[in-house]
Structure formats: structure tokens, C-alpha cells
């Protein structure tokens, strides 16, 4: 279940488009984006198993109107503004418009609908998730995968291309922020919750058990991540011969497949986005109408049903524009994610939490601030005195020493009697 949730539009449309421009420096490029894309998402879900909580619990030594904040940003790019749609974008352009002669915005409005109708079905039952997801859909979902990564390795179209953009100069920092794209360090903030309401459901509620099961879930799904990643790399380095002028990596892999596999791989790979996405969108809408009505008086249906409207709205507004608007947001939102995985998975080496709390993600959040505006174009070059700005990382120095500082930092009482 863990795997199939990760596994969604992101995963799909921004690996091979790296693979394709990261060229000759393929091997440095991939390390950078699994460090985000898998790493911390693994990191996340471990930092969800300690605090024993979803990400309002993460943020419990800041003051609860901050958590809160944090939590519904979090959740509103993930599901309704951004995250859920752009998965029925996807399993449209990928999987329904290569089937189809002539796709038009009244095509798209139709196919949003059943999409998330469809997905309210598994939604509404909530206590299904696990067996459905977990036992009958990720099989699937493994199986269309693997025919794929055989088939690219085995007949690869067309030799490795020199890097190209960011890759050329800084590898492995591109593909870092690359990793961004994919969402999946804040999904697994979102989808702790799941987990733990899935473990929880399954008899399993002590702490120390849920911590073992859900480090397991999470090795099996950065494996599963892993070799999916590799496969839509190396699919992106050897398709100039096949995908020249493409604008994005759904289009690398329609191309790619049509080629490979012909009319019979457009049938394939629609099952796969069409999978891929389904899942993402049953578990974000769940998990968000979960938060929502543990905090607040509307009902979980209620919730779902209204949710799932909102993302098909959004989605009708098209890929394209979702992915401009989307991805300054996550320059700035991400650096906070990882601050609060950072804390919580530290938080045993710290004296003060409170305090260290509210430095490191403070710290984060101001200077992931400046890296969001530089994304949508504003000149900063100003601030490239920043060590690490002008290549998107003006947090992380900066959250970095907040991290020492607050490691080192000794609450007065300590400090008297280790004197006395």
C-alpha cells in the first residue's frame, strides 16, 4: 500500500524528463533526485512511526496555531491546489489521450469526473484501503512496471547524450531539486496517518510495533521507488532518438512506449499511469478528509466528497499550467517538510525542543521563502551572496547550524546544576 500511494503522477513525468537532460551525467543526476524522492520520503514515514501521529503531531512543540498552519498548507498542496489533480492530468494525457483520435476540454471534464467518482468508491470505504490497495491493485501495478523496465534496458534506442541546463554544471544539485517535483516527502507526511489508521485497524496500536511495521513498509516501498526510478532515468537518457522535442517526461514515455511496444503499449502503459495516479488520488483525498474531520465538525464523507469535486475543478485548468504554478510552491514548502522530519527524528538529541523547534523550522521556512520567490522568475540576484542560493539552496546551510545550535543548547536549570 505504501508503495502504490507513493507511486503516482510525479513519479511518472519528472524522472525521465532528468533522464533525458541529465545525459552523460546520468549516475550523479539520479543520486540527487533519489535523495529526495526517496530518501526523505523514508525519512518522513519514520518520522511519522516516532511521533506516533500525522503531521499535526510532528509539529507538537511548536504553538498549535503554527502546527495547524504548517499541516493544512501541507495538505492543501497535496491534495485539492496541486498534488491530487495533477495525478488525473496525468492518467489523462498519458493514459486516455494517446487511446483516443481527438481529446478535447469536454474530454477532459468528462474523464475528471469519472476519475474521481471512481475514486470516492475506494475512498468511502475507508476500512478497505489497505487489503484493496495493498493485495489487489499494487500487484497489478508491479507487474505493467516490470514489463517496461525490461523491455528499456534490454533495447535501449539511442546512446547517451552529453548533459544538458543544470545538469551539466551541478548534477547532483539538480537532480535534487528535481526530487521536489515528485511531492513525496510531503506525502508521506500526509500518508503517516493512513498508516497508522491502517495499523491500527489491523490490531496493531502499540507504538514500539507500529514503528517496526511501518520501517518495514517504508524499505520495501524505497526499494519498490528505487528500481521504478532507475528504470524512467535510464528510459529518459536513450530517448533523444525517439523524443527530441519533448516538453515534458509524459511525453518521453508515451513516445518511448509507442515505439517499443506499439498499439499494444499504449494499452499498457495507460493501465500503468492510470494505476499509478488512482492510487496517489485515493490516498491523498482519504488521508485530507481524515485531518479534516479529526479536526474539525465536518463529517469524513462530507470531507471526500467535497474534496474530490475540488480536485476535478482544478484539474480542468490543464497539465501544463498546474506544473508552473505548482513548482515555486514547492520550492518553498519543502524546506519546511524536511526541517520538521529533521526535528523529529533528532528530537531524543535536543534539550529544549520547544526552542529547537521553533528555530530549525523557522529558519527554513524564512530562507525556503527566498528560493520560492527566485523560482518564479523575480530577480534575487542580490542575494546570491547566500551560500547555495543561486543554486536553490539558500535553507540549507542556515537550517543546517539552527540544527547545531539547538543540539548544543542547554536549558539553564541543566546548566546550574552541572555547575553546582
Not at 334 to 356: C, G
Amino acid at each position: 500500500m505504501v508503495f502504490a500511494f507513493f507511486l503516482g503522477a510525479g513519479n511518472l513525468i519528472f524522472p525521465p524528463m532528468a533522464g533525458m537532460l541529465a545525459g552523460d551525467n546520468l549516475a550523479m543526476s539520479m543520486l540527487g533526485f533519489l535523495a529526495t524522492a526517496v530518501g526523505l520520503p523514508l525519512l518522513g514515514l519514520l518520522a511519522i512511526a516516532k511521533a506516533g501521529g500525522g503531521i499535526v503531531h510532528l509539529g507538537r512543540y511548536l504553538p498549535s496555531k503554527v502546527a495547524n498552519f504548517i499541516a493544512l498548507a501541507i495538505y492543501l498542496v497535496l491534495v485539492p491546489m496541486f498534488g491530487i489533480p495533477r495525478t488525473c492530468l496525468v492518467a489523462y494525457e498519458l493514459g486516455l489521450v494517446p487511446l483516443v483520435e481527438s481529446a478535447s476540454q469536454l474530454t477532459l471534464i468528462a474523464y475528471s469526473l469519472f476519475y474521481f467518482v471512481a475514486a470516492l468508491f475506494f475512498i468511502l470505504r475507508r476500512g478497505g484501503l489497505i487489503d484493496t490497495v495493498g493485495k489487489i491493485i499494487t500487484p497489478l501495478l508491479v507487474i505493467c512496471i516490470a514489463v517496461i523496465g525490461v523491455s528499456v534496458f534490454s533495447n535501449p534506442f539511442a546512446e547517451i547524450a552529453e548533459a544538458q541546463k543544470g545538469f551539466a554544471d551541478m548534477p547532483f544539485g539538480q537532480g535534487f531539486i528535481d526530487g521536489y517535483n515528485t511531492m513525496d516527502a510531503l506525502a508521506a507526511l500526509m500518508f503517516g496517518v493512513l498508516m497508522i489508521d491502517a495499523l491500527n485497524g489491523k490490531g496493531v496500536s502499540g507504538k514500539g510495533e507500529q514503528f517496526g511495521y511501518l520501517v518495514k513498509a517504508s524499505i520495501i516501498a524505497a526499494i519498490g521507488l528505487t528500481l521504478f526510478y532507475v528504470v524512467l532515468f535510464y528510459l529518459g537518457a536513450t530517448a533523444t532518438g525517439v523524443a527530441p522535442e519533448a516538453q515534458n517526461g509524459g511525453e518521453i514515455i508515451v513516445a518511448y512506449v509507442a515505439v517499443l511496444f506499439g498499439a499494444k503499449g499504449q494499452l499498457l502503459l495507460s493501465t500503468i499511469v492510470s494505476l499509478a495516479c488512482f492510487t496517489t488520488a485515493i490516498g491523498g483525498i482519504s488521508s485530507f478528509s481524515t485531518y479534516v474531520s479529526d479536526n474539525s465538525k465536518f463529517s469524513y464523507k462530507l470531507t471526500a466528497i467535497v474534496t474530490a469535486a475540488c480536485c476535478a475543478l482544478v484539474a480542468n485548468i490543464g497539465l501544463n499550467q498546474l506544473l508552473v504554478v505548482s513548482i515555486p510552491i514547492l520550492i518553498g514548502i519543502y524546506p519546511v517538510a524536511v526541517a520538521l522530519i529533521a526535528f523529529n527524528l533528532l528530537v531524543d538529541w535536543f534539550n529544549r525542543p520547544q526552542m529547537a523547534a521553533r528555530l530549525i523550522i523557522g529558519v527554513a521556512a524564512i530562507f525556503g521563502v527566498l528560493d520560492a520567490i527566485k523560482a518564479t522568475g523575480v530577480n534575487m540576484e542580490a542575494f546570491n551572496v547566500l551560500p547555495g542560493f543561486s543554486q536553490g539552496f539558500a535553507w540549507l546551510l542556515p537550517t543546517l547550524a539552527a540544527v547545531l545550535v539547538s543540539v548544543f543548547a542547554r536549558s539553564s536549570k541543566q546548566t546550574v546544576a552541572e555547575t553546582a
